[in-house]
């Protein structure tokens, strides 16, 4: 695909439950990020892999949050032992690099409903 | 706490009127300053973007004013559309990080 893809588009799952985001970003950009929209919120930052160097997990609310990134390509967002302030809407972005006046790309985002 | 502050949070113009989003940052190490649009169920996409090397960036009705000294960014939408209407955030990057503001949820009235 010519875009960023992130699968589910949309997620409910009950609370306590484990949960697994997927972000496929456009083929060849080295830089990944995850961000979380909530209702009539920004966009706020939760990890950047960039390479192969460590990822920024600054962002990262809480340890029940992590994220890997395969083969410097796919990456999974797991949320452990979901809460209901974690339903949100999760973006992944993707760019070719970590230069300035680079675009980032964004996917359409996984819903996240906890119940 | 926020890197770049975004107002208003939300916007209501009437079809044909000038649309105004202020945006301002602190880190002087910020050198590229994108705002991106998103539309409901779908992902931010970029809009237009500044370096700090200009004072301002128009393309077609979307115009972005850049005040380096004053620390301060904003967007301009001449003659506004329905079709405009969406979500608006602006952003601050430098090499590895995207710093977006809170958004602003823009309404054009017909």
């Known amino acids: 695909g010519a875009g960023v893809s992130q699968s589910p588009s949309n997620k409910v799952t009950e609370k306590g439950k484990d949960v697994e985001l997927r972000c496929d970003p456009i083929?060849?950009?080295?830089?990944l990020y995850w961000y979380r929209q909530s209702l009539g919120q920004g966009l706020e930052f939760l990890i950047y892999?960039?390479?192969?160097?460590?990822?920024?997990k600054s962002g990262l609310p809480s340890d029940r949050f992590s994220a890997e990134r395969t083969g410097g390509s796919v990456s999974t967002l797991t949320i452990q032992r979901t809460q209901q302030e974690d339903s949100a809407v999760y973006l992944c972005a993707s760019s070719s690099n970590t230069g300035g006046d680079t675009e980032a790309f964004f996917g359409q985002g996984t819903r996240l409903t906890v119940v | 706490q926020q890197q770049v502050k975004q107002s208003p949070q939300s916007l209501i113009v009437q079809k044909g009127g000038i649309s105004i989003i202020n945006c301002a940052y602190e880190n002087t190490a910020f050198d590229y300053f994108p705002w991106y649009q998103q539309f409901p169920g779908k992902g931010p996409a970029l809009l237009i973007a500044i370096r700090p090397d200009v004072s301002e960036k128009k393309e077609g009705r979307f115009t972005i004013s850049f005040n380096k000294s004053a620390k301060q960014f904003s967007l301009h939408i001449m003659d506004s559309q329905p079709g405009d209407s969406a979500t608006y955030f602006c952003?601050?990057?430098?090499?590895?990080?995207?710093?977006f503001g809170t958004g602003t949820s823009l309404t054009v009235i017909p």
């Open positions: 083929s060849g950009h080295t830089a």
């Open positions: 892999f960039q390479g192969n160097s460590a990822p920024d």
């Open positions: 952003a601050a990057s430098r090499p590895g990080q995207f710093y």
